[in-house]
């Protein structure tokens, strides 16, 4: 290059570059830049005031706090606020915050906008079933979006918690069993919400959780104590955590729960050996909703003195809504307990992560944009692109599904049926938009259709101990045992009447998410009852399932042709449920966890260990004896209107040396007449080495369409971050020279296979 060309590359560069720089808050800071401003703010705060900063008050408390929010943020008692969705109480405490606390820091807004703010999105396992971060990061830059317009700028998303118990309500929140979607999908939700750095406008501030090992609680009961080896903590609940923090998440909340006898919230091991020191984590984090104090729950602290002594001395920077660190610290530093030095270092982290969010310059948000930004029609049409793509079809047996659009009469039943508000499923925020429920999008598609709807009876909770949740429905008087039998009796003769039944079976939006396990997986209420009369009408029948965990539906999968499961969609849920039932959307997601055959399986995961037996042993092998070893439906299946066909698995060498890289590619053909999208995925497993390896582990995928014929062929690429694991022996990661094999396929149990060895 001449230096003429040179000088003029490098014009463009620095044109370039400050043209990114003015549509940000913030030029980006050097470490030393971020360093000397929070060295600079720290240098003028007293103990109180740093003591404020570790403080986050939840807007709960707004009734039984003898002291306003208002005058918190006078006095400086907060470094942030929580639970509330109002802008104008935001841009108050913000002006006091900025204005008459005597050392100016601004206030981060927190709330939990998990899948959509205005405009819904799928719950997280649907989003996650699209098996497409392209879809998730747009999706969160929407919501971020949104979100940030109102003055909120933190937001206790992405939850990356591997789930390998359904039972566990909060499976919904997350993004499944398997470690590898699971951190392709947590990457993609930091970047959406957060943008490509912090300060980014239009963006927020993300924090990842629940710093870790909450899905493994006991039983799958919510807040349960969880028990995992090093081996499986590294291997698989770690790896969503580690990539979530390396798209550059600025927050970590710690968990609730015991981890091997230690509250994830007390716990030294987990917040700085594993965070910070293993992973690499340079932000700050919070503790979940009363975290702290509840350590002495656990009995593990002695007193609020001790819980907040446990707390710092465990790296939890900030108490959220517990005021454990305001109450005590201060009297814990002047003990002598607690070094001024320590609550400095928890001060930092905090200041470093306002300072480069820009929010020193811009704490204010200016609302008079945010209504137009919140009525944007593109932000909702993408709802109803997102709740398609996460669409998976079960079964479709002799092509019942896509419905004709010329069908005379259509019986529609279900108690989820008409629900509209069940397809926000839960973390709704309050102003978040309804869209219509499943029987008004069919009558709208189909306009001079007979469509006949009937509840069919109704689902309860059986108890109800969650104060947030919505129970009016469970309060209400239940049916009678005649009632239900009328209900279950009229949709018959709704189903005999119609040309078909699209049944609508499922869970109500309360019966997932938090505080919401169950001991087994059952359809709730009469819908066992009534899918079984309905499908003994002799008529055609299709299962839409709105829920956000599996179910048990081996009874249907024996009976029922199709089964589409739609989650709990969002907004558009209901178009877009109706879009795939008459083809005018083809599914092409894929099932983010094992699905159960009954409650009994569980845990059931496809990335299990062999035994001593081969698995298709008939005596030897781990297996049950009153029901199948295997699932109803495998990891990362899922079908569509087309079929696909893998060929041509190649690999670029049969040997790779260690630290290098082998190339896989595959073909895949849509040998259908429709256009369709394919998933393609890529297993391995390691035949011997110094531990055993799980029988398939996913180490890349990628959603593609074609069209009728078409053909691609699909690339990826396996080093050392895949060929890798966690071993206890050696208590590091290692690679080893041994032989494997790999997979590529449309799920877990492809069938195209190859072998490679990899050499020291
Ligand atoms: C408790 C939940 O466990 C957590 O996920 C959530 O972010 C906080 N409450 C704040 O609402």
Not at 172 to 178: F, I, L, N
Not at 360 to 371: A, C, M, R
Not at 519 to 528: A, E
């Amino acid at each position: 290059m001449s230096t003429r060309t040179a000088l003029f590359f490098c014009a463009i560069v620095v044109l370039v570059t400050s043209f990114l720089a003015a549509q940000q808050n913030t030029p980006t800071l050097t470490d030393d830049q971020v360093n000397a401003r929070v060295e600079s703010i720290l240098q003028q705060m007293n103990l109180h005031e740093k003591i404020g900063q570790m403080n986050q008050l939840g807007a709960a408390e707004w009734n039984k706090d003898p002291v306003s929010f208002e005058e918190h943020a006078r006095r400086c008692d907060a470094g942030s606020f929580l639970w509330t969705i109002d802008s104008k109480l935001m841009d108050r405490l913000q002006h006091v915050a900025m204005t008459e606390c005597r050392i100016k820091i601004p206030l981060l807004f927190g709330y939990d906008v998990i899948h959509g703010y205005r405009a819904m999105f799928p719950i997280p396992i649907g989003m996650a079933a699209s098996w497409d971060p392209a879809m998730v990061e747009k999706a969160q830059t929407i919501a971020a979006l949104e979100a940030s317009s109102t003055g909120l700028n933190w937001d206790f998303t992405p939850m990356v918690d591997i789930a390998r118990d359904p039972r566990w309500g909060r499976i919904v929140e997350g993004a499944g069993e398997d470690p590898y979607l699971g951190a392709a999908i947590a990457r993609a939700q930091v970047l959406g919400l957060q943008g490509p750095q912090l300060g980014t406008p239009g963006h927020m501030v993300a924090s990842v959780k629940h710093f870790a090992g909450y899905g493994a609680a006991d039983g799958g009961r919510d807040y349960d104590s969880s028990y995992i080896s090093e081996e499986l903590f590294r291997n698989v609940y770690l790896p969503p955590f580690h990539a979530a923090i390396k798209a550059g998440a600025g927050t970590v909340m710690s968990a609730y729960m015991d981890l091997n006898d230690v509250p994830a919230s007390g716990n030294k091991w987990l917040l700085r050996d594993i965070l910070r020191r293993d992973l690499g984590f340079r932000g700050f984090v919070i503790s979940d909703a009363e975290a702290v104090k509840s350590l002495i729950n656990h009995g593990y602290a002695r007193d609020m003195q001790d819980a907040a002594y446990k707390g710092i001395t465990a790296g939890v920077n900030m108490d959220m809504a517990s005021k454990t660190y305001l109450d005590n610290l201060e009297g814990l530093v002047k003990a002598g307990k607690v070094k001024e030095a320590d609550i400095d270092e928890m001060v930092r982290q905090i200041l470093a992560i306002k300072v480069r969010m820009g929010l020193f310059e811009h704490p204010y948000v200016d609302l008079s944009k945010s209504e137009a930004i919140l009525r944007d029609p593109s932000h909702r049409q993408y709802t109803r692109v997102a709740a398609q793509r996460a669409m998976v079809l079960l079964r479709n047996e002799n092509h019942t599904l896509p419905l004709n659009k010329d069908l005379k009469s259509v019986a529609v039943i279900g108690p989820l049926a008409d629900a509209a508000k069940d397809l926000t499923g839960s973390w709704g925020v309050d102003n978040a938009t309804v869209g219509p429920s499943i029987l008004a999008a069919i009558r709208a598609k189909l306009p001079s259709a007979r469509v006949e709807y009937v509840a069919g009876g109704e689902m309860k909770r059986a108890f109800l101990p969650v104060d947030w949740i919505d129970h009016s429905r469970e309060d209400a008087k239940p049916m009678t045992p005649e009632e239900l039998a009328a209900e279950v009796n009229k949709s018959v003769e709704a189903a005999k009447a119609a040309d078909v039944t699209v049944l609508v079976l499922g869970e109500n939006s309360t019966m997932s998410g938090e505080g919401s396990s169950r001991s087994t997986l059952v359809l709730p209420g009469n819908q066992q009852h009534l899918l079984e009369a309905i499908a003994g009408s002799g008529k055609p029948v299709v299962i839409v399932l709105i829920n956000g965990r599996p179910l048990d539906i081996t009874w249907a999968s024996q009976h029922v042709p199709a089964i589409l499961e739609a989650w709990y969609g969002g907004t558009e849920a209901a178009n877009a449920i109706v879009d795939t039932l008459f083809g005018d959307n083809n599914p092409g997601g894929k099932l983010p966890f094992t699905w159960p055959r009954s409650s009994g399986q569980i845990p059931i995961y496809y990335a299990h260990n062999r035994t001593q037996a081969p698995e298709d042993d008939p005596k030897f092998t781990s297996r049950y004896w009153d029901v199948s070893t295997f699932p109803l439906y495998p990891f990362g299946y899922g079908l569509s209107y087309t079929q696909f066909e893998f060929s041509n698995l190649h690999l670029s060498s049969p040997t790779v040396k260690i630290g290098d890289k082998l190339e896989v590619t595959a073909e895949v053909q849509n040998t259908g007449s429709v256009a369709g999208d394919e998933v393609a995925q890529l297993y391995i497993h390691q035949q011997a080495g110094s531990a055993s390896r799980p029988v398939r582990q996913l180490k890349g995928f990628e959603r593609i369409t074609l069209a009728p014929g078409e053909k691609k062929t699909v690339h990826f690429t396996l080093g050392k971050d895949e060929l890798s694991y966690w071993s206890g022996q050696s208590k590091s990661w290692i690679e080893e020279p041994e032989q494997f094999d790999v997979w590529v396929g449309g799920d877990s149990k492809a069938p195209l296979h190859a072998t490679f060895k990899v050499e020291p």
